[in-house]
């Protein structure tokens, strides 16, 4: 018996082990996600989710590398902090300075790569056939989550994109560090008016207090698509504007959040999970919550 315990132990140890660090991590989805991830593709491996402050990130990301984790995700707040912590980044990490994804390499070294708006890109196109090409795109904030997302969107050739935030000269300047790669303007919400929009984008942090960014009516082109990136269990001051504006669809970042968990999934794992069922289940049980 006590043999049997100690080779099961041992199995367990020979698990990777990966994790989600951020604050708070209590209602994250992503254990939940890669379990499933693994479960599909036989995988053996472990994600456990760490309530992480961002004083203490620097700390416990050694700890967790040191004890052989091979993988962290960096959620709010510490995707800056992982991007400073990675001793190496991928272009994609460099250019929106923040990491989501840290792993190990071959050297020891941490490689930082930053997912989100691969996922963003993957969700739109793959899974809600939305056209980005020659498209005109809003973001609304000019924070951490815009900057992550633009340069997977310029990729798509859109033909223009604007990014409106709440303090102005934070948008401009975003905006400035992009020129060259597409059509980009910064302005604040005041210098919207008689501008319309194919895809509208909410990278504020508003959704998250349950706010709504100051937009006015007539901001959505006829067949036009709003997206939140953050996502609840209900919908989203901003999901709720996009129904009100009679979007084509009005989505919040569900499919984001399993897409960008799935390219986490294979920088570390080399194997690309399935997607669409864990969105048809996370949705399902969403709606079995509301009801
Ligand atoms: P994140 O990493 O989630 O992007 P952030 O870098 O703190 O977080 O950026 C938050 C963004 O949401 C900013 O663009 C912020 O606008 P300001 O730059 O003016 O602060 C925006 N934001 C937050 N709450 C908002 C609200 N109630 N209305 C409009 N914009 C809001």
Redesign the pocket.
Known sequence: MGDLAGKKSLIMNLKDRYAVFGQPIAHSKSPVIHQIFARQTGQSLEYTAQEVPAELFSTAAKIFFSQGGKGLNCT?PL?ELAWAFADHKTGRAQLSKAANTLSVQADGSILGDNTDGCGLVRDLIINQAVTLKGTRILIL??????RGILAPLLEQSPQSIVIA???VY?AISLADEFQGKGSITGCGFNDLSHSQFDLILN????SL?D?L?PLEAGLLAENGICYDLAYGDTPTPFVRWGWENHAFKSLDGLGMLVEQAAEAFFIWRGVRPETRPVIELLNLERRKNQD
């Open positions: 709010v995707k904030g000019a924070g951490g989550a815009s935030n709440r303090t934070k990278a504020t942090s508003a207090s706010r960014p």
